[in-house]
């Protein structure tokens, strides 16, 4: 390891701020370029500021170290800058080249500026003689004795003194030399121990590889770094250490238990940082790291204004190569920490401030043995800010998941308690595992999952210490450089906030509301209760309790999480200065938990709903009477002369078809709903929005880095979609189509009318819905020249209204009847109940099916006769609900004396269709659809997921109620299309 200037201190750095030198509270310290350092100042690489030279120096030509003035000599220089003691040369000489001495100016070479005039040219300038001895004056000769030519071989140079010291020939003995210098004694160098130079990686076959680079330099650089503080060996000890992951195992990490001995016996530390010993690295944090991580020193205030200061995250790197010179600082931009290959803008998104990024990538095995831009390179990580005119540098910490402390793997825990902070890096070591200098690496590290963590801490727009998360991965040269595989590489920026507060607002939101869904479910099961005509509480209303609360508490989950979305969607959007980050993967995670209880749920409401709107127990009132007697038989062998002639009974199959149509239609056409979510999100570009950047738009440039999708603004971003055009179709339906095309529940009444028949329908033992269909003109088996009188006849209104009431146009009730008018309902109906249990699946036999038409007659008759007030003890009262009765969805009165018909918006009975249940329903698809699409990410696979699920359960309720319908009014099933 030479020692000589150019070769300790080469220099690439880039021009930045003229910057004040004083040090900031916590992690931060004033930041100094080299360029910035005074004449008679060296920039210490170790404190990374300016220091003073000794006197009659000034730095040198890369600014790292100091040189004598013009004019003198080096009269001592053990290798500390501030150290060095020059003495003055006398009048008319100069110092030599190598600053050791003082030779004379001849009259042919004056002296001019403090240097002897130089040689003509051709001629190579001499300041010793052939033997090595000072000439009595400047000269030129050739190289002799203890001085050699340099690298450009335009002068002779002294050999390295630790060679001269011992030696008249420039040659040290093997013994002694250790990294390029040459020690007086053995005692110099630590002894040597078993183990000293392996590296235990785990890829290596056999024992622990024993290391080329460190048998070269290790005694070395802990010798002049313990004995001289020389910064580039100081700094060469510290990357041994950093070679070995910090680890603290006595059988290997004899170099970071060296430079740990080191810093525990320096006399000072800098910027009054533990752990940061003068003229040594600063590689471990002392401090915990939840006191390190909860440091509030950044005074930025970070905001999404584009093109400003403030909306990027300026960190800067401070580089070193593997010899321990310092190669200047570097900004992150242009992927200086990222392995993978992207546009610029691309890569230079990741530090665009709350921007969530992720970048991955397969790198072939091959690349990583040359890869020049990181190879061998180490970094120290800060980030720049500025307070008024000066820039500062605040240290961020790296958590290093393969750091072992003995057996012990701290940084691979959760609980940032057992974590331990470094400071120093690489991206790629192909250094290490060489056994030989010209061999390749046995084993080639690099860091696979670069992730840098960022947390917010709250409204002010400002943010905690930063943490960059390191994880190291190995390639075995044997195993991988031929068959050149693909590795995996994953860099990402990621952004947390204190959660707790959010965490608390949902839970006191689904506790609050909650308890308001078991109040209303227990409401929803006292109404259900009173219509059934129950009195105790049994397991049947436990049941329904259970189906109530699981429909409401589903509607909770989802108003809350829906709220959230929003909150998330609008808020982190909006906001100028930084103080929101989009929820991490355990809040994801709750939102997919959430939604997903919400959607079985929502799907126990559903089995519910189906059920009971299946088995409604349904009557066709035909009003026709028959038009007089038969008067000739028109089948032969038969004599039903004198009988009442048979009314048609077409009309009841026309209604009951049409009710089979119209029990599962929608306000909402799913086909136009799914075409215009996909439309929406896919072809429009709503998805962009759902991106984690904070700057997406609607259809985002291709160019323009979006980052990863966040599950929280996809299920708002859905979800308000979703509803929007939801809600646009049912304002279409409601306000326009039903007023200006076809309301079909109100023509379906109308067809009730034409149809002379009424529908009695019980959705519980004592509620249900009326829908009365009686014609006016007191008969609708007509012909069609006889249809059209009738119908003129109304239009002039020649006849009565089609209400229930005289002079009354109402036809459709909510009925609460007396529970005896249900007993009576059900002894009517038993043949029909006991023939559909007889048959089994089978048609029923000529003698049932005479016991359920005798059954079905017998019903028309006992309905008539209640709705035309003709039963004494079985009597209705038409009133209207009271607004409470309305908002609760219940009735306060008893129907003990009389039965009470409530009059409704025409309307009411489409609480047996699905007509009546859209909401359910339409959550229950909008659930489903988020469902797929959070597990999936995938909008389209969503949309034809749910479109499938809507059929399959479409298709049940239709079956199942047309074959409800079919057992319940006598109607074959053929007859249902």
């Not at 070769?7 to 310290?29: K, N």
């Not at 013994?175 to 160098?189: H, I, N, P, V």
């Not at 105790?536 to 209303?541: A, E, K, L, R």
């Not at 189906?547 to 709220?563: K, Q, R, S």
């Amino acid at each position: 390891m030479a020692l000589n200037t150019k070769q300790r201190y080469t220099f690439y750095a880039f021009v930045a701020l003229q910057v004040f030198c004083t040090f900031a509270d916590g992690y931060s310290f004033s930041y100094t370029e080299v360029t910035t350092c005074e004449v008679e100042q060296y920039f210490d690489l170790a404190e990374l500021k300016c220091k003073a030279c000794g006197d009659f120096a000034q730095t040198s030509s890369d600014g790292l170290s100091c040189d004598c003035s013009p004019g003198y000599r080096i009269d001592k220089d053990d290798g500390a800058p501030s150290e060095k003691i020059c003495q003055a040369c006398p009048a008319d000489s100069m110092a030599t080249s190598n600053g050791w001495h003082c030779i004379v100016c001849p009259a042919a070479f004056p002296l001019q500026d403090g240097r002897c005039a130089p040689c003509p040219g051709g001629n190579i300038p001499v300041e010793y003689s052939a033997t090595g001895e000072l000439q009595t004056e400047y000269s030129c000769a050739s190289c002799e004795a203890d001085t050699q030519p340099d690298e450009e071989c335009d002068t002779c140079e002294r050999c390295h003194q630790s060679v001269i010291d011992i030696s008249d020939d420039c040659i040290c003995p093997e013994r002694l030399a250790s990294g390029g210098l040459c020690f007086q004694s053995d005692t110099e160098l630590l002894p040597y121990q078993e183990g000293m130079y392996s590296i235990p990686f785990e890829s290596y076959e056999g024992d622990a590889l024993t290391s080329w680079f460190f048998e070269e330099n290790y005694l070395a650089a802990e010798s002049v770094c313990r004995n001289n503080k020389n910064l580039t060996a100081c700094q060469l000890l510290g990357n041994l250490c950093v070679y070995l992951d910090y680890n603290k195992d006595a059988s290997y990490t004899d170099a970071c238990k060296a430079f740990d001995a080191l810093v525990l016996a320096a006399d000072r530390y800098v910027n009054n940082i533990a752990g940061w010993a003068e003229s040594m690295p600063w590689l471990t944090y002392e401090e915990s790291a939840p006191d390190v991580l909860s440091d509030k020193g950044i005074p930025t205030v970070f905001t999404l204004s584009a093109n400003q200061e403030t909306s990027y995250l300026k960190f800067i790197l401070a580089k070193y190569d593997a010899n321990g010179e310092f190669l200047g600082y570097e900004s992150v931009t242009g992927g200086s920490l990222q392995l993978c290959p992207d546009t610029q803008s691309n890569l230079d998104a990741a530090f665009l401030f709350a921007t969530t990024y992720s970048q991955s990538c397969s790198i072939p095995a091959q690349d990583f043995w040359n890869m020049p831009d990181y190879e061998n390179i180490f970094y120290d990580l800060y980030l720049e800010y500025t307070e008024g005119d000066n820039s500062f540098l605040f240290a961020v910490p790296i958590l290093l998941e393969n750091f072992k402390d003995g057996s012990a793997e701290p940084n691979k825990e959760i609980d940032p308690e057992s974590w331990q902070f470094h400071r120093r890096f690489f991206m790629v070591d192909n250094l290490s595992g060489k056994t030989g200098e010209p061999s390749l690496a046995e084993v080639v590290r690099y860091a696979s999952l670069i992730q840098l963590e960022i947390s917010i801490q709250g409204e002010n727009g400002k943010i905690y210490t930063p943490m960059l998360r390191i994880r190291y991965s190995e390639i075995n040269r044997q195993d991988s450089y031929e068959s050149n595989t693909a590795q995996s590489v994953r860099f990402e920026v990621k952004y947390t906030m204190d959660m707790t507060k959010y965490d608390r607002d949902v839970s006191i939101a689904m506790g609050t509301m909650s308890a308001l869904a078991v109040i209303w479910a227990m409401v929803r099961t006292n109404g259900w209760r009173r219509r059934a005509g129950m009195i105790t509480i049994d397991i049947i209303s436990m049941f329904k309790f259970f189906f109530y609360f699981c429909g409401v508490l589903a509607d909770v989950f989802f108003i809350v999480m829906f709220g959230c979305g929003m909150y998330w969607l609008i808020f982190f959007r909006q906001q100028s200065s930084v103080y929101l980050v989009l929820p991490g993967v355990d809040n994801e995670t709750e939102l997919i938990v959430y939604t997903s209880v919400a959607f079985v749920l929502k799907f126990f409401d559903l089995i519910h709903v189906i059920a009971c709107q299946c088995i409604v127990d349904i009557f066709f009132i035909d009003w026709e009477r028959p038009k007089g007697r038969i008067v000739q038989s028109n089948e032969p062998g038969t004599d039903s002369k004198g009988q009442v002639a048979p009314v048609s009974a077409w009309r009841m199959f026309f209604i009951a078809n049409e009710w089979n149509e119209i029990q599962t239609t929608r306000r909402i056409n799913i086909m136009f709903q799914l075409f215009m979510v996909i439309l929406f999100l896919n072809v429009i570009g709503f998805e962009d929005l759902a991106s984690s950047n904070p700057r997406a738009y609607v259809n985002t440039a291709a160019d323009f880095y979006t980052g990863p999708d966040s599950r929280t603004l996809r299920f708002a971003v859905a979800t308000i979609t979703y509803l929007t055009i939801a809600l646009c179709q049912w304002v279409f339906f409601t306000f326009i189509y039903e007023r200006f095309v076809e309301d079909y529940l109100k023509n379906f009444v109308d067809l009730c009318s034409m149809s002379n028949v009424s529908i009695f329908l019980l959705l519980n033992r004592c509620f249900g819905y009326y829908i009365h269909g009686r014609s006016p003109h007191g008969k609708a088996d007509t012909n069609m020249k006889e249809m059209q009188e009738q119908l003129k006849r109304e239009e002039e209104n020649l006849v009565g209204q089609r209400g229930l009431l005289p002079n009354n146009e109402q036809q459709t009730f909510e009925m609460l009847v007396q529970l005896k008018l249900r007993e009576q309902y059900d002894k009517i109906m038993q043949p029909l109940a006991a023939a559909g249990a007889r048959e089994g699946g089978q048609r029923a036999g000529a003698v049932d099916m005479e016991r359920s038409l005798q059954a079905f007659q017998t019903m028309n008759k006992f309905l008539a006769a209640f709705l035309d007030h003709s039963l004494r003890d079985l009597d209705y009262v038409v009133k209207d609900k009271l607004l409470l009765e309305r908002v609760l969805d219940m009735e306060f009165f008893e129907p003990t004396e009389s039965s009470f018909f409530y009059n409704d918006d025409g309307h009411s009975f489409d609480g047996s269709l699905f007509h009546g249940h859209e909401s359910s329903l339409l959550i229950f698809d909008l659930l489903f659809f988020c469902i797929v699409d959070l597990i999936f990410q995938d909008f389209m696979l969503a949309t034809v997921l749910t479109y499938m699920m809507i059929a399959v359960y479409t298709r049940i309720r239709d079956a199942w109620g047309r074959n409800n319908l079919a057992k319940k009014t006598l109607v074959d099933d053929r007859f249902l299309i």
